[in-house]
Nanobody
Framework: VQLVESGGGSVQSGGSLRLSCAAS????????MSWFRQAAGKEREAVAT???????TYADSVKGRFTISQDSAKNTLYLQMNSLKPEDTAKYYC?????????????????????WGQGTQVTVSS
C-alpha cells in the first residue's frame, strides 16, 4: 500500500492542524494504521493508532489534544491536532502494518510497520 501525507504547516502555539494520509488501497480493519513523528535530532515516536472496529490508542503526550480517525470510503487516515505546543514540532509520518491483530501490542514499535509515507512537516511556534 502507498501512503501520502498532507496537511502539515506552520502554526502558533495553541493552534490546530489536521493531517491526512491517503492510502492507495482499502485499509479500514485491514491494516493497523498509525501516525508517528520525528523531531530534529530525536528518535521517531508513535503518536496515535487506529485499528480494528475503530479502536484507538494515543501517546500520553498527545492524549486529549489529538484525535485519530479514518474514512473508509476515502481510504484516508486523519490526525486532528488541537492545542498544539512547540514540542509537537516534528515531521509526521503515516504508517501501516499488516499485523492488525497485534495492533494493540505493536502500535508503538516502528519495526512492525511495513509501509510508510514520505512525511509532512509540522512546526509550532511559541
Amino acid at each position: 500500500v502507498q501512503l501520502v501525507e498532507s496537511g502539515g504547516g506552520s502554526v502558533q502555539s495553541g493552534g490546530s492542524l489536521r493531517l491526512s494520509c491517503a492510502a492507495s488501497e482499502y485499509t479500514y480493519s485491514t491494516y493497523c494504521m498509525s501516525w508517528f513523528r520525528q523531531a530534529a535530532g530525536k528518535e521517531r515516536e508513535a503518536v496515535a493508532t487506529f485499528y480494528s472496529d475503530g479502536l484507538t490508542t494515543y501517546a500520553d503526550s498527545v492524549k486529549g489534544r489529538f484525535t485519530i480517525s479514518q474514512d473508509s470510503a476515502k481510504n484516508t487516515l486523519y490526525l486532528q491536532m488541537n492545542s498544539l505546543k512547540p514540542e509537537d514540532t516534528a515531521k509526521y509520518y503515516c504508517a501501516a502494518s499488516v499485523s492488525i491483530y497485534l495492533c494493540s501490542v505493536i502500535w508503538h514499535r516502528i519495526k512492525h510497520f511495513d509501509y510508510w509515507g514520505q512525511g509532512t512537516q509540522v512546526t509550532v511556534s511559541s
